[in-house]
């Protein structure tokens, strides 16, 4: 059997550990060919790729990014899954001699893994996002790192503030979903968190700054960048444009800051922590979930699992339907918001 | 509700936010009064113990170790849960005007609760060991810091040995159970992984050991401390005696490491982890999982789901009946073990 | 003899280390009363302390920020030393019983230090700055914890900038001076180098982004926010007003990164690493460079050598002379920044 | 002109960095031909070596060990620099091509520099070593990193210590000389520190921990592995033998734990940090001291300064002469030692 793996979307860390995971099982146990197509579907459609063996994926394991590239080039043109769009995937599979593909990616890429099913081209999914707005697993690799380095960055921010009474707002990643503002708040004890799943209002917020001074402390807010403040009309979208077309600077922590500063005369500072949250060492779970991962896709594809995608469950990897996985975004319930909000005020 | 907090067994990371949570939650939510118990059960029975209010648990979420001290002093005197023990400790109970007790602890802590309950004692659990071999739960707060410290020494320890063409030998906690030593072997691409649950001989290591050299490189064997070399009778327990009744110095690394030297001729090195592993700075993930425990136990008990512990499940943190929790030692099944045998020869 | 402590200026990991060495050798070496005043100068003037004895500084050394609070507020009334201004402070000082101040701070408090010496008021100067922009000292303490912050960043960055074949600009601190920027750089192997000392045009960084590119990588652009671009008029200090009078946003790597998108045609994205830098867990080096200053600036307050700083000379605490090291900004030399531009195109 | 770079000695973090600086300069910049030598002085005899280019040393600098691989193969047959064996260098030189040597290692290595230059072959050494004693220069790069793992020890056992109210012995190296323990002892706050230049008896150091106790606290010992305690006999090197001819287990912790524990009473638990201490991602300093110094070598070089080691002198880097350099091994002084007695009882 001969299998492609290609990397879709944003990168993750813990996909090089899902690669790894993949051909020690399936190359020197399953018996597979395996080739990496560079770059995502443009190396798939050029014939741009690698051969994955055992020496092809050593010591990679601990490193961030991912030895194929990756990028957001879409496997059918204008993103249109037509028949003859479909067709070109097939006619180019049987050109490359691959029977499969392992699908490493996102929401986005699990979608495109499902329609592929649904046309009886054989996918198997690796579920990776920094977000972990998928469903159909407990958590995605690369969430766990991303938390983890927000969470840092509010110990750093914390003591700055605390020593000069101020208020401090950290913005991190999260357009749709709030998990890494939520869990990384808790971790780092934020006294407020603010997601895309729950708008507050520059008042509310401001009370809940208030409360915190009055405690005799300062505040951490960590904020989503798809946070929407209530009452106002703001793009929430970084690196677009902003109402007069030109290029946005900064965050909605920069334009939160300033509020919460006019609304309680407490000197505030905001961090934009970016790109920074999706790179680099993976931590120790996001090794292991993804090195899981990439075992079970490989026993997965032997076993003509296709249509499916490798998630978490509990502490097992179960193949679980694609469909059900990318029926809609996983966002933040009102229960998990509500249990953080014992912090505020 | 006056509810009171015990730390009992050895610390694990993740205690002090576990705290927090239940407070912040418990006192200023539920409206309890709550006290924190000094160094387990002792402090419980000399009348030792500090307030817990929301200025007690300031910030105290990133800090290792826990601030009410933890002892491995039983609640029944030689460990006999007699009628008279148990007695002794509800009578203790009314002298102190507590309600119920929320006990953190490992698998002897929880056993202690089960038997407490049965006995009409009031009690719910917060699962805490490094080593994750407790039941009713998918992990322990502690286990991710463990792991996570383990598998930053490997990568340590790779560099150095590839530099030098030396074996090295990492030794990790686990007496019963050989989860640190999987998951942190794992993430560090250790090439053998040694667990008690499963013995294996000097000759099939070497054979591993061997087969790495000849793919040209240096070998990672992460062994737990509770590791049993197949056919060789020696003590595996640290700190105590060897056979000779002289205190034995090292653990089961350097055991191995001079024996891995003779039969392979490779030059081979060990190194003992020992307590760094289980204290200092929680993860993210165990600061997370600590809190969310925290605050499942303090809404337990203002529901009077007493006899229970809190448990991971998913994503979800769920009540679970302490019989089943404590039941028997969570230990590696074969599917995890061969699993990782993947990495090998 | 009794001592006040008084912190001044921007936080910098590594306050806390000095205040326990100066306070255990002060107070337990040299038997002094010791007294720390909060938020710097507020609280000499407003008689808001507290006692400084081995209690209060116990465990305070890995502690990021500075239990004492720091502030800019001036000594003096619109930050001129009139003759009535110092008098003030001379007259403050009786009344409160100091026989002399130790001053932790960088440029702007160690000037101040300075013009008390003269004045007759006896002081001490501990250099404290992230930006290690300060005469009368190999290093500052702070800068080397600031520097590994950025550099680990780099590392992050330069993983997610391989996989997606993008430019990545990194801003770091440094209003005048370019150290962080250069010593980061140089540790995370960034390409491009841009510091306050050295303007360049678009024109060349472009050049050595695309020589990068056409070597087959992806490049690591590292600015200090002073940086100024050739031929550009632009603000570079953050946090204050555009040219229109309004709030700016975001930092001069979010002017950069458009521009060289532009130039070079290569996908290009900002960081702006911003507070996170001075927070937080100090590094050993700045933990034991403090305890030394700490130390030596307890023994120069009982030895009477006022108006001296504890500079740090190769490996040797020494004392030099405040008017030495307040003379001028220590920036990059040219020889320093040619040493770099080797990583270049 | 052709020069080739050999690492001998234990590895030290910032030897890739040390040889990147070195490449980029001399092959870019000063336009040699470079090679390097594989596992040291044996890659030069049995001509086993690689091309050294930009190439070759992409992305190193970050990474542990050292990709020539390193050994303690001499240059000399048993260690004896006869006529007949630098004539036998001095001949393969010629062979292989090679008008120089950049000679990354310790003391050791820049002894055997020291002699080959006086025989005639130009040398210039680059010291590397954890320990920090070599002269010449304020530090060794690696030692930084060695230090701050060492410091990160003890904020961790600190935690466990604590929660137990143990005294907790760390053991880091320094066979002959302390300033690993020194430096990190004082970064981590330990109370007692013990080091090869000053033997201290079991009663002393009992009567220090028992002074901490007496103040609420629990013991933090850190002990250079070439400690001897006053008044006993006893192996201090590890990985030897014992007086009985058998393989030695465990170092110098092992044996004063149970010591302490006996003359105080207080429960005593002892970690051996070994080999960890060596490996794995330098810090930000060592990587910049170690990039710094392979420029300086390599210009030296293109000067034709042989004979000189590449030294830190405070911030700059600096040619000193070898043989005022590996004279004497440098250790720690009286006055740093009584530095850190402050924390004592």
Redesign the interface.
Known sequence: MRIGVLCSG??SPG?NAAI?GAV??GV??NGFEMIGFM?GWRGFFEGDFIELD?LAV??I??????IL???RVPPFPDGNATPAALQAVITRMAELGIDGFLLIGGNGTQTVAELLTRAGVPAIGLPKTIDNDLGGT??TFGF?TA???????I???????????RC?VLEVMGRDAGWISL??G????AQVMLIPEFPESIEQISEWVLSVRD?G?SSLVVVAEGFKLEGVAHATVR?GLDGFGR????GVA??LA?LIEQHTGIET????????Q????P???D??LA??TG?AAADAARDGQWGTMAGL???QITMVPLAEAVGQLKTVPAARYD?VR??FG
Chains 1, 2, 3, 4 share one sequence.
């Open positions: 944003g990168d996909m790894r020690l099982r020197e146990v770059d055992r050593r010591g394991s601990p490193l961030g990014g991912v590239g990756t990028s407990d958590y766990d938390v983890s380095i927000a969470a840092e960055a110990d750093r921010l914390r003591t700055t503030g605390e020593s000069h009474r401090m869990h990384a808790m971790a780092g004890g405690r402390r690196d290029p946005r600077l900064g920069d334009v300033p500072r905001a961090t934009v922590l970016g790109h920074v999706r790179g680099g060492l931590t120790a779970f090794r292991v090195t899981r075992i469950t509990g502490d249990e014992l912090n």
